[in-house]
């Protein structure tokens, strides 16, 4: 599933259609982290592409939107509702910014990740300039005590209601790169179903991923290595702490499950 490793810009020749790509963070309370992450995804380089970095900030209390924007961001923006957790708003924020700023791609990256280069930036977009794909989504090596909410929640749910996802590794994966034409569509479906809101938290990462292969795109995930990410430091002793986020993807896979008609394969469960 990994594509294969791209080191410098003349590996990655976008088509002429693709003219500008967006990176956006999704970020609350990253101040010592994301002027590096900016200041890498920075030094990627494309021939005839060229590419901003949308920042949202989630009412954050230290100065992460100032560091930011030392950083080089091209937009640093408010999340537009105070809620949290908000990542589905911040997400769909940092997409409409993104078509605001005339993207043809855009990407998604963890704000909060220690070890980001700009190699992930080349990893991610590779198969979507040139292997046709409409998305592409970051794996990595964990931690044994890392993504217990993936782990222990959400890869057994879809192994059993959407089974066609029971390969992907990283099904909450943040690092994911996709056409504005697939965020689009993915988004217009959600609008369609006003009865199954998008999600407005957590669950948002699994519902595109649901809803990308319910729409018969084509996905890859490809293998970024290791990821350092400070949020790990805080539920490393304690998972209990991942008791909303495990809640809200939980939910967020039975109600698409109910709208796809997908529920009754609970009862192929053993007991």
């Not at 990994?2 to 976008?14: C, F």
């Not at 890498?40 to 590419?51: G, H, I, T, Y």
């Not at 990542?87 to 700023?101: D, N, P, V």
């Not at 996802?165 to 689009?184: D, R």
Request: glycine share 6%; aromatic share 8%; proline share 4%.
């Amino acid at each position: 599933m990994a594509a294969k490793v791209v080191t410098s810009e003349s590996d990655v020749v976008p088509p002429r259609s693709f003219e500008r790509l967006a990176i956006i963070f999704c970020a609350k309370n990253c101040e010592k982290t994301i002027g590096n992450a900016i200041a890498s995804v920075n030094e990627a380089r494309f021939p005839n592409m060229d590419s901003i970095t949308i920042v949202i900030d989630g009412f954050s209390t230290d100065s992460t939107a100032k560091a930011a924007k030392d950083a080089g961001g091209t937009s640093v923006i408010q999340q537009p509702e105070r809620k949290f957790p908000g990542k589905g708003i911040a997400m769909r924020a940092g997409l409409a910014e993104a078509t605001r700023l005339q993207a043809d791609i855009a990407m998604f990256l963890d704000a909060d990740i220690k070890n980001l280069t700009r190699d992930w930036v080349y990893r991610l977009v590779e198969p979507v300039l040139q292997g046709g794909y409409d998305m592409a989504r970051g794996y990595y090596d964990r931690r044994p005590r890392d993504a217990a909410v993936t782990k222990l929640v959400t890869k057994p749910m879809i192994s059993v209601l959407f089974s066609e996802l029971a390969n992907i590794e990283q099904p909450l994966s943040g690092e994911v790169c996709a056409t504005m034409k697939a965020w689009h569509d993915l988004l217009e479906r959600g609008r369609k179903h006003s009865d199954v809101p998008i999600p407005d938290g957590w669950g948002i990462d699994v519902w595109f991923l649901i809803e990308g292969m319910m729409a018969g795109q084509k996905i890859k995930e490809v293998f970024l290595g290791k990821k350092e990410h400070m949020s790990y430091d805080e539920y490393a002793e304690d998972v209990s702490v991942l008791s909303k986020m495990s809640e809200q993807v939980l939910f967020t896979i039975i109600k698409e499950a109910v709208k796809y008609g997908r529920f009754e394969s609970y009862k192929t469960v053993s007991i």
